[in-house]
């Protein structure tokens, strides 16, 4: 499903409540994010739907490894040609993207959550798990990256450890990935949080890194699972923190 201008000149295609995001800059375009394996055919149908064609994606930067944010990366760093951006920390996730780091086994949150397991089965049928490892990357290394729409790199490690949020200045707006949700695909729960320890890093450290986001001042959070948040960053971050790690 795709959400046109969740801000301004960014959409949001949405599949089994996980984002990803197309920003438009000119004759050019940004993709953040990539989605389940099975998300090649949203991708195509946004684009004709924003009279687009897949040649104006210049460049693809990951806010992070984790397996169902890379879905179709591989796939179009290939067809495409175009760079995967992503930071060092979370470069071996994308070689092998079901080692990641839990704060508390996967399994327990399956069998006990029970808001989360429609959630999870979607997930399981478009084979979240399994996406093709990303074979050549580029490394963050600064703090605005040259591609459209010239984001900010907000350095937020916890949820993984080399995490990073994007901040678009003169849109009033961040991607913040999985730093901040509206909806957590391991609980089922809504509103702003962290994710759950169940594909959480290191939550002490995500609670603390958030703030780079609450620092923004931005109206509008764009987050990686749930609905975008238009009630300002700090109000956001002071509700994830007050409602802690899950
Ligand atoms: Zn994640």
Same mark, same amino acid.
């Given at each position: 499903?795709?959400?046109? $201008?969740?801000?301004?000149?960014?959409?949001?295609?949405?599949?089994?409540?996980?984002?990803?995001?197309?920003?438009?800059?000119?004759?050019?375009?940004?993709?953040?994010?990539?989605?389940?394996?099975?998300?090649?055919?949203?991708?195509?149908?946004?684009?004709?739907?924003?009279?687009?064609?897949?040649?104006?994606?210049?460049?693809?930067?990951? #806010?992070?490894?984790?397996?169902?944010?890379?879905?179709? @990366?591989?796939?179009?760093?290939?067809?495409?040609?175009?760079?995967?951006?992503?930071? $060092?920390?979370?470069?071996?996730?994308?070689?092998?993207?079901?080692?990641?780091?839990?704060?508390?086994?996967? #399994?327990?949150?399956?069998?006990?959550?029970?808001?989360?397991?429609?959630?999870?089965?979607?997930?399981?049928?478009?084979?979240?798990?399994?996406?093709?490892?990303?074979?050549?990357?580029?490394?963050?290394?600064?703090?605005?990256?040259?591609?459209?729409?010239?984001?900010?790199?907000?350095?937020?490690?916890?949820?993984?450890?080399?995490?990073?949020?994007?901040?678009?200045?003169?849109?009033?707006?961040?991607? @913040?990935?999985?730093?901040?949700?509206?909806?957590?695909?391991?609980?089922?729960?809504?509103?702003?949080?962290?994710?759950?320890?169940?594909? #959480?890093?290191?939550?002490?450290?995500?609670?603390?890194?958030?703030?780079?986001?609450?620092?923004?001042?931005?109206?509008?959070?764009?987050?990686?699972?749930?609905?975008?948040?238009?009630?300002?960053?700090?109000?956001?971050?002071?509700?994830?923190?007050?409602?802690?790690?899950?």
């Amino acid at each position: 499903m795709l959400t046109k $201008d969740v801000a301004p000149g960014i959409h949001c295609v949405t599949e089994s409540h996980v984002n990803f995001y197309l920003v438009e800059d000119g004759d050019e375009i940004l993709l953040v994010d990539a989605g389940l394996p099975t998300s090649w055919p949203l991708l195509l149908e946004a684009l004709t739907a924003l009279g687009r064609r897949p040649r104006d994606i210049v460049a693809l930067v990951l #806010t992070h490894g984790h397996f169902d944010h890379i879905g179709i @990366a591989e796939r179009v760093r290939r067809e495409l040609g175009v760079p995967v951006y992503i930071h $060092d920390n979370d470069v071996p996730l994308t070689r092998h993207p079901r080692q990641y780091a839990r704060a508390r086994p996967l #399994t327990w949150y399956l069998l006990t959550q029970f808001k989360a397991m429609p959630i999870v089965a979607g997930l399981l049928v478009r084979r979240a798990w399994w996406p093709k490892p990303v074979r050549r990357v580029e490394r963050i290394r600064d703090d605005v990256l040259p591609v459209p729409g010239s984001p900010r790199v907000l350095f937020t490690p916890g949820h993984t450890l080399g995490h990073c949020a994007l901040h678009f200045p003169d849109r009033d707006a961040v991607i @913040a990935g999985d730093a901040l949700v509206t909806l957590d695909p391991y609980r089922g729960t809504t509103g702003p949080q962290i994710v759950s320890g169940a594909a #959480t890093a290191d939550e002490e450290r995500a609670l603390e890194t958030i703030g780079l986001i609450a620092a923004t001042g931005v109206g509008t959070v764009l987050v990686g699972h749930g609905p975008a948040w238009t009630d300002g960053a700090e109000r956001m971050v002071e509700s994830a923190r007050r409602r802690g790690p899950s």
